[in-house]
């Protein structure tokens, strides 16, 4: 049990850095799911796409957030690369920055937790 435990975690750490979705804080089963963003991007011919999602849309938010998820829908290395710019966990405002590769669109879900 130990070792498959041991494993899917290794996995999880290697698939995680090659499918770019990242992960910024913990969420506790009581806090409230504050944003949940599809960001689609079709490819751009020789450039790329570079994207801010801001939460809330503009200003500072009533929540304190307590985690953000961004999911790489896909899964096969060619998805956009995630940076939490400014805010995120202990603030009340978050701005999440996704580049896409030269060529490649954006299909990435943006999730935030907080209380
Ligand atoms: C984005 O990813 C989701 C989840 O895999 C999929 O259902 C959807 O069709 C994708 N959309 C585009 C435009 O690729
Ligand atoms: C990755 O998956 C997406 C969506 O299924 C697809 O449009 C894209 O061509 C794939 N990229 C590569 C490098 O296979
Ligand atoms: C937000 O929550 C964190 C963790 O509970 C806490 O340390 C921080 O002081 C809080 N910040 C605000 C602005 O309430």
Redesign the pocket.
């Known amino acids: 049990m130990r070792s498959v435990l041991i494993l899917s975690v290794v996995l999880a750490v290697i698939l995680g850095a090659h499918a770019y979705s990242a992960t910024w804080g913990k969420a506790k089963n009581t806090d409230y799911q504050l944003l949940h963003q ?1 960001e ?1 991007r079709y490819p751009i011919k020789n450039n790329y796409w570079n994207v801010n999602i801001n939460y809330p849309a503009s200003g500072v938010g009533y929540y304190n957030i307590s985690a953000i998820y961004v999911y790489d ?1 896909f899964k096969n290395s060619s998805g956009a690369s995630p940076t939490l710019y400014s805010g995120g966990p202990g603030y009340r405002f978050a701005t999440i920055n996704l580049k896409s590769q030269v060529n490649r669109g954006i ?1 990435s879900t943006v999730v935030i937790y907080g209380k």
């Open positions: 599809v689609i829908n299909n």
